[in-house]
Each structure stands twice: as C-alpha cells, then as structure tokens.
C-alpha cells in the first residue's frame, strides 16, 4: 500500500511538471529529503526516480521556462568549483570505490543547488520550494514527534519509518534540519501566501515546531540540545522585549525538565563527562589524526579517507569498588575507521585545505548576504516586507547548521544545499526587483522635465 501511494503521488508530480516545469525542481526537493525509494518496498527501489526528476527539472527550465531575468551569482560559480574539485579529489581518491560511491550522490546535491536558484525568478517559487521542503521533512519530524511522545524515544532507538541511519533518518542529522528549520516554519506563520497565515496554518505550523523541539529529546542526541540552545540565542534580535523572551523561555525550560525521559538527560549528562562515552572520546583522536593527515596530504586523500585511520583514546568510567565508594576507572581502547564526526574535519581529510577553503567561503558568504538583505529591508516598501524576516530565517538555519557540523560529517548534506539554493534565489530575486525599481526610461525623464 505505501508503494502505491509514493508511486502515485510522484506520477501525479511528473504529470503537471510537463505543464509547469518548476514542479519537477520541488518533486526532486522531496525525493532527495524524504527519499521514497528507501520508504517502499519493491516498485522505486530500482528506479533512479531523483536522476529522472532533475533531468526533467533541467529540461523543462530549458525548454519551457522564462529566462529573459535570470541571473547568476558567484556562489553559484563556487558551487560548480567546489564540484570540480570533488571530482578530482575522487578521481584521485586514497579509496576509489568507496569515494565513488559518495560521488554517486554529492555531484546531484551540488549541481542541482548551482542549478536551483535559476528557476527562483519569483517570490511564489521561493516560498513553494521552501514550503515543499519543510512538508517534505515534517513528515519525517511528525512521526519522530508521536513516537518521542509515546515512546520516550532513546539514543539509537527511534525509528523515523527506516532502519537505514543515513541522510535525514540519522539522529543527529534531523535533529539539526528540524531546529534549523523552526525560523522559517514561523514565517509562513506570517508571510506565507500558498497557504494563507489562517488559525489553521498557525495551528498546524505551531504544532509542527512543537514536533522539530521534540526531535532532539526523542533521538537523544546532544547536537539537536546544543542547537535548541543556539536557536534561543538568535531569536532574541526578533523580539521587541528580549528580557521578556528570556524570563518566558527559562519559564518553560524548568516546566519541560521533569517531563523529560530519562534516556534523554542521561544522555545529556555525557556532555560533561565525554570522556566516559566511546563516541564522543575518539572524535577528539579523530580530530587530531585528521590534522596530521592533512599535513601529509594538503590536497585531501578524497571521499571516505576516514577509513585508513587508527586511533588510540582513553576511555574515562566511574566504577564501585564494592565498598560503596565510587572510584575512578581508566582504560585504552583502538579503534579503526573511525567517522570524523565533523563537516569540518571531513572537509579538511577528504577535499584537504582547498575544499576546506571554498566551503567555508560558500557558508560565510551565505550567512553574510543574508545579513545584508536583513539590513537593507528592515524598513521595506510595501510588498516587501517579507524579504527581511525571511533572509533573518534563512541565514538562522544556516548558522545552526554550521553549529551542528561541529559534530556530525554533512558537508554535503543536500537539505542544506537546497537551503543555499533558496538564499542564492532570494538574493537574485532582490536584485532583480532593485533594477527594475531603479530603472526609468530615458523618454519618459525627459518628457517629465518638459
């Protein structure tokens, strides 16, 4: 029955595309978020439905779409350099299968956000590709919500539909996309225009953010709590009565901590002990093969380099000595191809100082020009007034996301690309508007002076 309803919903995607091209960009939005082909049994797992659906995208935009506004912007061209480094770096790769394999899928998150922001000519594009991203991971969120409601859920124990740990299945992983996204889930609250900002809509989106927070409870995972903490810190700028925000804020945090399940805060307690947990020891010693790595290797050993890497960490409990006194325990363990744990690290160990440069210059520009956009229509035109909330929205998921790859390996991660896409396109569209505003027919000023 799943099957048949995937299979359906994306037949009838692909049917209207051919009349609207744009649909084929927001239908290979939601294969590459939700990714159905994981979700079904037997009908899409052999049927490379997100090549099919970005090639229809391609050629669609190219055949049918309006194309006398388009604009490129240099982090476009950024994106096409940080590809071609990748595929160099994997054809040199220390792991040539395995890098490959990773290939396989980075080259669509990273040609498709380089193609994405050229469809984005409008405000309505914006908005619907924001808003079939957000429904497309709130239906992983809801479910992870209800089970974190009934079940507690616990670290490693919450299934999110699949039993695959990858992409946006991962613990850690939806936690950051689910705080991420709770910035812009409240500005459809006020500015959406598909679906108008009814009690309905509120109601639904309120409810949705109440999910997002319950995803890093339910999964456990100390990234998401780290996130919550750095979400609270940048809404402050939003609010007229920030002492207010605070008092309200610490209010409901010590209502929520009685109501939390056990597994959630022994889990967080680790925080301050990280020596006491294998997965939070080794990334240090991960870390630090990592830098010396790439001293021999400034270029970047390619994708998957982690797997030649051997570590030695201490590992740090405390044990009773049978007298009822607690005493401390130290051991020494190895372990071998051990993950980086860190876009940062996995950016320096695979792309090597280079790819490190570029992506870190595509993230900081992002968040820099959204800063711009944020300044320059806090005091918008009528019609406008969108624009600034919604470039504030937009560059606070990209900072948690920043923070969030401190601690998990999705420099590639194309949720996030797609988000880069939607700034890039709501920079251009701005641009484009400031032109057509500024412009005036040389005639016509002269016939005004007459």
Avoid at 140 to 169: A, H, R
Avoid at 205 to 232: D, E, H, M, Q
Wanted: overall charge positive; glycine content about 8%.
């Amino acid at each position: 029955m799943r099957d048949l309803v995937f299979v359906a919903f994306l037949a009838a995607l692909f049917a209207t595309g051919f009349r609207r091209p744009f649909l084929f960009v927001l239908a290979y939005a939601y294969i590459d978020i939700v990714s159905p082909q994981r979700l079904t049994y037997i009908l899409l797992n052999s049927v490379p439905i997100s090549l099919i659906a970005v090639g229809l995208a391609v050629l669609g935009w190219l055949a049918i779409d309006d194309k006398r506004d388009v604009r490129v912007a240099p982090r476009q061209g950024l994106i096409l350099v940080l590809l071609a480094y990748c595929f160099y770096t994997t054809m040199h790769a220390d792991f040539p299968m395995e890098a490959k394999d990773k290939w396989e899928w980075v080259w669509k998150a990273l040609t498709f956000a380089a193609f994405l922001p050229l469809t984005l000519r409008t405000k309505l594009r914006i908005e619907s590709l924001l808003l079939f991203m957000i429904l497309s991971a709130a239906s992983i969120i809801i479910v992870g919500g209800i089970k974190t409601l009934g079940s507690g859920g616990g670290y490693g124990e919450l299934n999110l539909m699949v039993t695959n740990n990858s992409g946006l299945y991962e613990g850690s992983t939806i936690s950051m996309v689910a705080i991420a996204i709770i910035p812009i889930i409240l500005w459809f609250t006020k500015f959406g225009t598909v679906f108008a900002p009814d009690w309905r809509v509120k109601t639904f989106c309120y409810a949705l953010v109440f999910a997002c927070l319950l995803i890093p409870v339910g999964t456990s995972t100390r990234t998401g709590l780290l996130c919550i903490g750095l979400l609270a810190i940048l809404m402050i700028r939003d609010f007229k009565r920030p002492i207010v925000y605070l008092a309200g804020l610490a209010t409901m945090g010590l209502i929520a901590i009685p109501f939390l399940p056990s597994a959630f805060t022994e889990r967080m307690e680790t925080i301050q002990t990280y020596q006491a947990d294998a997965s939070a020891s080794t990334r240090i010693e991960v870390w630090k093969w990592t830098m010396a790595y790439a001293k021999d290797h400034p270029m970047g050993g390619g994708f998957e380099t982690y797997r030649q890497n051997q570590i030695r960490y201490e590992k740090v409990a405390m044990v009773d000595d049978g007298e009822g006194h607690m005493t401390i325990k130290r051991s020494w363990e190895i372990d071998k191809a051990r993950a980086y744990h860190s876009s940062y690290f996995e950016m320096l160990g695979e792309q090597g100082y280079p790819g490190l440069a570029i992506w870190l210059i595509l993230n900081i520009v992002g968040i820099f020009r959204m800063e711009v956009l944020r300044q320059r229509y806090k005091k918008a035109e009528e019609g406008q007034q969108w624009i600034a909330p919604l470039a504030s929205a937009l560059q606070s998921a990209h900072i948690i996301y920043l923070l969030g790859s401190c601690f998990i390996a999705i420099a590639f991660q194309p949720f996030v690309y797609m988000l880069i896409g939607a700034q890039i396109g709501l920079d251009t569209y701005c641009a484009r508007k400031r032109e057509e505003t500024s412009w005036r027919p040389l005639r016509k000023q002269k016939l005004a002076t007459a």
